[in-house]
């Protein structure tokens, strides 16, 4: 006897139905994977950009805390420069050149091993330095604004705002 005319019309037909079935939920869940993977991909090129613009360019302090700066002379301009690889941060703070090192992860923005030359300025200089060292201590995160300004915060408080 041929299997054919073993399980008769009837039963291909059962096992044509379930094969569309089968296919239709397999092609079902292919395509919601795809687009998981696809939006993932996306969030982390959008993490790669704003990193792209952030690293590897000079920043100029444009405020402190609510303080608008106004230098009087160019070369007084108070900058951020950070690096990945190796994670360095340098730049100058109104008095003096500073370096270190920074870690970001997850989202995390953090300072550490903070150094600078020892020149002496006047006290209004020393002063506004000294603020601005300790501010950049406190800043655990940033974010881009819509102007591509680079804002370093502490949680949610902005504390330094940074132009190109």
Do not use: H
């Amino acid at each position: 006897m041929d299997k054919k005319d073993f399980f008769g019309p009837f039963f291909e037909k059962k096992v044509r139905f379930f094969m569309k079935k089968i296919v239709f939920f397999l092609a079902l869940f292919f395509s919601f994977t795809a687009c998981s993977v696809l939006n993932k991909d996306m969030e982390n090129q959008n993490k790669e950009n704003e990193q792209q613009t952030v690293f590897g360019v000079e920043w100029k302090l444009k405020k402190l805390g609510s303080k608008e700066m106004k230098y009087s002379e160019e070369n007084e301009t108070i900058t951020l420069l950070m690096t990945c690889e190796p994670e360095n941060v340098s730049g100058f703070s109104a008095c003096n050149r500073y370096f270190g090192k920074f870690t970001y992860k997850k989202g995390k923005l953090i300072f550490k091993d903070m150094a600078s030359t020892a020149m002496m300025c006047p006290n209004q200089t020393m002063e506004l330095e000294r603020r601005y060292l300790t501010q950049l201590e406190k800043v655990n995160n940033f974010i881009v604004d819509e102007d591509g300004q680079l804002l370093l915060r502490k949680d949610e408080k902005v504390l330094l705002i940074f132009a190109q």
